[in-house]
């Protein structure tokens, strides 16, 4: 146990040469007076996908608000492609390449299936994803574009979400609580297609609480509790004892989390 | 009767027109602009301060005012109501309410009291008959299809164009909105400025077709917002109809007696409110 | 309620403020024997004003009801006084009546505007106004549109009817600010801020939110009846446009906001300043009003809790302990020790009622 962090060091300082498309610096982020947030840092690479694990109320959430600019952090820094863009609002990131597909999926629930993709495409940035592009990929959703979204089942709304998402053509993604009430089948098949999807180059951060899931995709990983980074690695390095302990916080002493 | 009804049909076009600004904002912000009738006054003050001054005709008028109503709404939403939006909704209404004392103020210290209204010249006084007892003026019909004509505008931008799109989806949620890089506060900047656009529009018809002085604003607000509520929130056409409906009840109520021509349209407001407080054409989704 | 780990009531100031108080009555009752008329003829606008603006602050500040239609229940006010005065009732004596006449109006109000809230409820009130007003200048016998003369005060000698006006409107103001005060220290008040704080949250803990919001505003109507019984006295005349006149909105809206919405000492800090500005600023005709507005607006949007807020925040001062607030003294030792996030599950169990308690810490 006590040579991990040392290895969990070792492999958070390797890709660092390699180009590393988001750096978190000891973000600490406050709803009212509840830290919410206690000084969390990582790196993402390029081109991987990176999962965030950890139970309710560990500050998931928060974090990928405080990435896309929703939510101002008390202290730290957010790097994106080697910019500071702590101080920038939601749009700016949105312009630079950021997209988040919140928590809920949050589609506009009076505009339809189309017109919810094509409210993706208001920053005008280019690159692969045309709104031709997305019905290629999802011909259900060319069919039913004039419904209103609020009429698809869950897993339909997740899709159109991340599809808005995609419509922005960002270099990092963001999902958060991908398979939030989804059935299996569903959360299968939506990872199958993200995997297509990063083709381009994407870069993907995933918030999961289905850890099993996040952690078959995700080259890196790290799991939070309580605003803290309790573990942090390449999940083939840790057994599954570990990282539910880290979940669950069973044994909380500071050796277990990684210090990057 | 007929007549009443096709006056009040008349006057439902102007009702409209006014109340238009006035969903557009609850439907996109939440927002209850107390102001919203004063905004129309002065806008018809400044028109009946320039037209002399421009020596221009009247119609051309529309053309300056209502851009730059347009424009100060704007300006209005990101320097005061957005200010006032994030210190809760109750500071909005009294803002817009100060807004609304201030505007009253300022147009009675510049123009005085005197009620004023917008020389158009031959348009004003004729009108054709329908029949011996039922005669209308050129000027209302021409109010009325402007009216309908902008208030059909207004829901097609919103409902076919980019901008109404992002509009919509502001309204829906703000925060989803930017997470799609849409900077809210922009788009509430352009939903107000189309608010005040319209309702400068409505303050030009209304000193076209009568009198406005200083103090007339809280009137207009009041039957817009009467108009709203009959016809049940969201849905303009429903407010169209209200207007029509307080139209008609004026216009029956004065048969009766002056005192209760004014009263008329707060009652059948009041027995709406009682009685179907959703209205009549009320819509799940604001705007 | 049984939400708060420990709520108390702040103590602080209590003491000497009463001394003050009792300091304060005294020489405003002497006052007439101090000073010239002119200056109490002021103060009863001042009075006036003070009942307008604290029994608004009740109603916005602490029911969360924005009306701006409460010119319905002063113009009631001053006609309820004109109509017994007509009818050989001295017209001190038919404040109370006049008062009673604001309630029983308000009665049905509510039944209407309580189907509303928000921007909603506020135009609504104003639609109130109007009806009240239009309704009055129907009836001959007041005088319609024109308004009629206060009669049964004519006998009366100028100087002892100014005291009496300045004694009468002087006893009114305090009466308000008492009730007020003992408003929010009974368990109204605590309701009424629990609501404030955190309206969901109160009505799920089987708060009666809508009857604490229809007290406060029967109680705000009876008020703003009592001053318009007192604006007919001092006028000795009672005209609709002018009783029933939306600038008595303004006023008090303006009035609280400046001195800050939500304490007693705010309504009462802001009658003085507009009182102030308007004497100051008297020769500008209507401009007094932009610009006493305009500091309104930009206060209200600035400015967080008024002038009283700024100034009790820096000196401390609170001159009637109603404000409850949680005592996190302790728990904020044992939230250390458990951590500093579980600080607000310790005090409220969950979100919602964290929220509350943080709140009402700050009032
Ligand atoms: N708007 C808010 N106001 C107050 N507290 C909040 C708010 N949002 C989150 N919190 C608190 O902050 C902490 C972290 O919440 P967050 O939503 O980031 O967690 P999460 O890991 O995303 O949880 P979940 O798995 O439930 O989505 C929790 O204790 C939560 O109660
Ligand atoms: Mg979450």
Not at chain 2, 194 to 217: E, K
Not at chain 3, 99 to 115: E, K, M, Q
Not at chain 3, 155 to 171: E, F, K, N, R
Not at chain 3, 221 to 247: D, K, P
């Amino acid at each position: 146990m006590g040579r991990r962090p040392n290895m969990a060091e070792v492999v958070a300082a390797e890709p660092a040469l390699s180009n590393q498309i988001l750096e978190v610096e000891g973000l600490c982020a406050h709803h009212g007076q509840l830290l919410a947030l206690d000084g969390v840092s990582f790196t993402v690479g390029e081109g991987s996908v990176f999962a965030v694990i950890g139970a309710n109320g560990a500050g998931k959430s928060t974090l990928m608000r405080s990435i896309a600019g929703l939510h101002r952090p008390s202290e730290g820094r957010v790097i994106f492609d080697g910019t500071d863009i702590t101080r920038l609002s939601t749009p700016q990131r949105v312009e630079l390449g950021i997209s988040l597909v919140p928590e809920g999926r949050r589609l506009f629930a009076s505009l339809s299936v189309e017109e919810n993709l094509l409210t993706g495409t208001y920053i005008r940035r280019s690159g692969h994803w045309t709104i031709e592009r997305v019905y290629e990929m999802f011909p259900w959703m060319w069919q039913r574009k004039n419904q209103r979204s609020s009429l698809l089942s869950g897993g339909e709304q997740q899709t159109v979400a991340i599809s808005r998402a995609l419509l922005a053509n960002p270099r990092l993604l963001l999902i958060d609580e991908l398979s939030l009430g989804l059935a299996p089948i569903v959360v299968r098949s939506i990872y199958g297609s993200l995997s297509k999807i990063m083709e381009g180059g994407l870069t993907v951060l995933i918030v999961e609480q289905d850890v099993n899931q996040a952690l078959s995709v995700a080259a890196k990983f790290q799991c939070m509790l309580e605003g803290r980074t309790t573990l942090s690695g390449k999940p083939a390095e840790f057994t599954p004892e570990e990282i539910e302990a880290a979940y669950f916080g069973l044994n909380s002493t500071s050796s277990i989390h990684g210090k990057d | 009767m007929l007549n009443a009804i096709i006056q009040g049909i008349l006057l439902g076009g102007l009702v409209v027109l006014f109340a238009c600004g006035l969903s557009l904002l609850f439907g996109v912000m939440g927002v209850i602009n107390l102001a919203h009738g004063d905004i129309a006054v002065a806008a018809a003050y400044v028109a009946v301060a320039i037209v002399p001054v421009l020596h221009i005709p009247a119609i051309w008028i529309f053309a300056i005012v209502v851009p730059l109503f347009m424009v100060a709404g704007y300006i209005v939403q990101r320097l005061l109501i957005q200010p006032s939006l994030n210190s809760g909704p109750l500071t909005t209404l009294l803002v817009t309410f100060g807004l609304s004392v201030i505007i009253e103020n300022l147009l009675l210290e510049i123009f005085s009291a005197n009620s004023h209204s917008l020389a158009i010249g031959s348009l004003a006084s004729s009108a054709f008959k329908l029949s011996s007892q039922i005669s209308i003026a050129y000027l209302s019909l021409l109010i009325l299809v402007v009216s309908i004509v902008v208030v059909a505008g207004v829901q097609l931008g919103l409902y076919r164009t980019r901008t109404g799109r992002i509009i919509r989806a502001v309204a829906d949620d703000r925060e989803a909105a930017e997470l799609i890089g849409a900077d809210y506060r922009h788009i509430f900047g352009i939903a107000a400025g189309l608010a005040f656009g319209t309702v400068a529009l409505a303050g030009l018809s209304l000193a076209m077709y009568s009198q406005v002085d200083p103090s007339s604003g809280p009137d207009y607000l009041i039957f817009g917002f009467e108009a709203v509520v009959i016809g049940g929130l969201g849905s303009l056409w429903g407010t169209f109809a209200g207007g029509i409906v307080l139209g008609i009840a004026t216009t029956i109520g004065l048969f009766l007696s002056a005192n209760f021509g004014a009263l008329a349209p707060h009652i059948v407001f009041l027995l709406v409110l009682a009685l179907r407080p959703q209205g009549f054409f009320p819509k799940k989704v604001a705007v | 309620m049984t939400t708060f780990a420990k709520v108390k009531r702040s103590q602080h100031t209590s003491i000497p403020a009463g001394v003050l108080a009792l300091l304060i009555l005294l020489v405003l009752a002497a006052l007439p024997f101090l000073v010239y008329q002119s200056v109490t003829n002021i103060m009863v606008n001042l009075f006036i004003l003070l009942v307008l603006a604290s029994m608004w602050n009740l109603l916005a500040g602490y029911g969360g009801l924005i009306s701006v239609g409460q010119q319905a229940f002063v113009g009631l006010g001053a006609y309820g006084v004109l109509f017994l005065a007509q009818h050989g009732v001295d017209p001190f004596i038919a404040i109370p009546f006049a008062i009673l006449v604001g309630v029983v109006f308000a009665v049905p109000a509510s039944w209407f505007l309580f189907r509303l809230s928000g921007g909603y409820f506020a135009i609504a009130t104003w639609v109130i106004a109007v009806v009240a007003e239009i309704a009055i200048t129907g009836v001959p016998s007041l005088g319609g549109g024109t308004g009629a003369a206060l009669p049964g005060l004519s006998g009366i000698d100028p100087v002892q009817l100014g005291a009496d006006t300045y004694w009468a409107s002087a006893a009114v103001g305090v009466l308000s600010i008492a009730v007020v005060f003992l408003i929010m220290r009974s368990r109204l008040g605590l309701v009424l801020t629990a609501v404030r704080d955190n309206e969901i949250g109160a009505r799920s803990v089987g708060v009666k939110v809508t009857r604490a919001k229809l007290i406060v505003f029967l109680v705000s109507a009876a008020g703003s009846a009592a001053a318009g019984a007192l604006i007919a006295i001092s006028q000795l005349n009672v005209q609709a446009a002018n009783v029933f006149n939306i600038q008595w909105s303004a006023y008090m809206i303006f009035a609280v906001l400046i001195g800050g919405i939500g304490t007693i000492e705010g309504p009462i800090l802001g009658t003085v300043i507009f009182i102030v500005m308007q004497q100051e600023l008297a020769r500008f005709n209507a401009w007094y009003l932009i610009i006493v507005g305009s500091l309104a607006v930009v206060i209200a949007i600035w400015v967080k809790g008024g002038i009283w807020a700024q100034i009790s925040e820096r000196t401390g001062i609170r001159l009637f302990p109603t404000g409850y607030y949680v005592d996190t003294a302790e728990d904020e030792m044992e939230g250390k020790r458990l951590g500093r996030r579980r600080i607000s599950k310790v005090i409220g169990g969950d979100r919602q009622s964290g929220q509350l308690s943080e709140a009402a810490e700050t009032t």
